[in-house]
């Protein structure tokens, strides 16, 4: 196992660790209906919501974009990039069938947005690219590797740069999605796996909330 390898591991293994926390917590919190279903779901809320750093990011467009431009509406964070072989893909189709489901309310207060974990090639360009096979309204974000370390530290959705000297590298990072409200704070996680019939089912519920 590899130094990148082992430190990864240890980030997700404290990012499990706070999952667990989370819902263990809301587990023995009031443990009325609503708040099991979205358990159930992997929809795992905050006790207290917390502040998105300011980083500046480029979206898929080659425009500016700074972290305020999220808010109103409600946000499904995903660290991944366009050269991913398996879990990024997967996430955006299974996103795309969730999206397809949902009514027309929700989704008119609902975004996705991909934040890369490999701007070395994740162009605007390339990020258009991709995301419009999945979905034209998925909104995709560059930035420094320093910023985009930032900004998933602060969520908790942990990933490892890579080595980009190595041809054809690969980069190790959460399936997890950070939960963004309408006010631009982070309300919880969404774990992985996804259950589609069960996210459809909570979060219209979820997302009608202010």
């Known amino acids: 196992m590899t130094r990148t390898q082992k430190t990864f ?7 499990a660790l ?4 989370l819902v263990a917590k809301a587990l023995s919190g009031r443990g009325d209906a609503s708040q099991a279903q979205l358990i159930d779901a ?3 809320l905050l006790p ?3 502040s998105v750093p300011a980083v500046g990011m480029i979206d898929q467009n080659g425009q500016p974009f700074a972290a305020d431009q999220l808010k109103g509406k409600w946000s499904l964070v995903f660290f991944g990039y366009t050269y991913c072989p398996d879990i990024c893909p997967t996430t955006l189709a299974q996103l795309r069938q969730v999206k397809s489901q949902l009514p027309k309310d929700t989704l008119e207060r609902l975004q996705v947005v991909l934040v890369s ?8 360009q390339q990020l258009k690219q991709y995301l419009v096979y999945f979905d034209k309204d998925f909104i995709g974000l560059a930035g420094s590797i320093e910023d985009t370390q930032t900004l998933a530290k602060a969520l908790s959705i942990p990933f490892v740069p890579a080595d980009t ?3 054809g590298y690969t980069v190790d990072h959460s399936g997890n999605l950070a939960l963004l409200g309408p006010d631009g ?5 969404i774990r992985a796996p996804f259950d589609n019939g069960k996210l459809v089912a909570q979060l219209p519920k979820l997302v009608a909330q202010p």
Request: net charge positive; proline share 9%.
């Open 48 to 50: 207290q919501s917390r």
């Open 42 to 44: 992997g929809i795992i």
């Open 165 to 167: 000297r190595q041809p």
């Open 9 to 15: 591991l240890l980030f997700f293994a404290v990012a």
């Open 18 to 21: 706070i999952l667990g926390l």
């Open 117 to 124: 974990v490999d701007p070395n090639r994740d162009t605007p």
């Open 185 to 189: 704070r982070q309300r919880g996680f």
